[in-house]
């Protein structure tokens, strides 16, 4: 069943006590804005059809989210999928063949529309986020929203990439970590997600 509007909607609060951590990244990707790189969308091509290899019929949808998948858009440089699959609780489906396909996992977080996250960041291989959702992800779709508002809306994507390089170079002068440079583009991820549910009709 498809994410209700009232679930799009509804905002999330990182809780930290809700992560279940299952292992650590092998290497840590820099937070550095870069120029677009035309090599991003065929590293996208390249990374889902390795999922879809080892995983099949149990996915539902396979989509470049995140910086990488807007055109135009300074990013930092690693690809984010949302892998949408049958069921997420059950790990045993697709844990092992995604580990035997270069991916590590890395967390759970079953109270969070039952995210499962695994990252490609061995040396020498181009950074990977691999966002594991259920069906019925509302974040997943929000992702989406997002892209696509950004794709038709000029003044937004050069909003946001000004935030990005701030928020970046803020995180760098202060020595802080992935989670700081999120969220300090937070506010205005979600005033951009506000003109994009209003055009879609969601809010006044």
């Given at each position: 069943?498809?994410?209700?509007?009232?679930?799009?909607?509804?905002?999330?609060?990182?809780?930290?006590?809700?992560?279940?951590?299952?292992?650590?990244?092998?290497?840590?990707?820099?937070?550095?804005?870069?120029?677009?790189?035309?090599?991003?969308?065929?590293?996208?091509?390249?990374?889902?059809?390795?999922?879809?290899?080892?995983?099949?019929?149990?996915?539902?949808?396979?989509?470049?989210?995140?910086?990488?998948?807007?055109?135009?858009?300074?990013?930092?440089?690693?690809?984010?999928?949302?892998?949408?699959?049958?069921?997420?609780?059950?790990?045993?489906?697709?844990?092992?063949?995604?580990?035997?396909?270069?991916?590590?996992?890395?967390?759970?977080?079953?109270?969070?529309?039952?995210?499962?996250?695994?990252?490609?960041?061995?040396?020498?291989?181009?950074?990977?986020?691999?966002?594991?959702?259920?069906?019925?992800?509302?974040?997943a779709t929000r992702h989406r929203i997002f892209r696509?508002?950004?794709?038709?809306?000029?003044?937004?994507?050069?909003?946001?990439?000004?935030?990005?390089?701030?928020?970046?170079?803020q995180t760098a002068i202060a020595g802080d970590s992935?989670?700081?440079?999120?969220?300090?583009?937070?506010?205005?991820?979600?005033?951009?997600?506000?003109?994009?549910?209003?055009?879609?009709?969601?809010?006044?």
């Amino acid at each position: 069943m498809p994410a209700t509007v009232a679930q799009i909607l509804a905002a999330y609060e990182y809780k930290p006590g809700q992560v279940e951590r299952v292992a650590q990244r092998t290497v840590q990707p820099p937070i550095t804005i870069v120029e677009p790189n035309p090599e991003w969308p065929q590293r996208f091509e390249e990374v889902k059809a390795r999922i879809q290899k080892v995983l099949g019929a149990l996915v539902l949808d396979i989509a470049h989210s995140g910086s990488t998948g807007v055109p135009g858009l300074p990013a930092k440089d690693i690809i984010d999928v949302d892998l949408t699959i049958k069921d997420a609780t059950d790990e045993a489906s697709y844990v092992k063949p995604l580990e035997e396909a270069g991916f590590l996992f890395i967390l759970r977080e079953p109270r969070w529309h039952q995210h499962r996250f695994f990252v490609e960041n061995w040396p020498k291989a181009y950074h990977v986020n691999l966002h594991v959702w259920g069906p019925d992800s509302p974040e997943a779709t929000r992702h989406r929203i997002f892209r696509d508002w950004l794709l038709k809306t000029p003044s937004d994507l050069e909003l946001y990439a000004k935030v990005k390089r701030e928020a970046a170079e803020q995180t760098a002068i202060a020595g802080d970590s992935m989670m700081d440079y999120t969220q300090r583009k937070d506010e205005t991820i979600h005033k951009i997600l506000a003109r994009a549910f209003r055009d879609l009709g969601y809010i006044e």
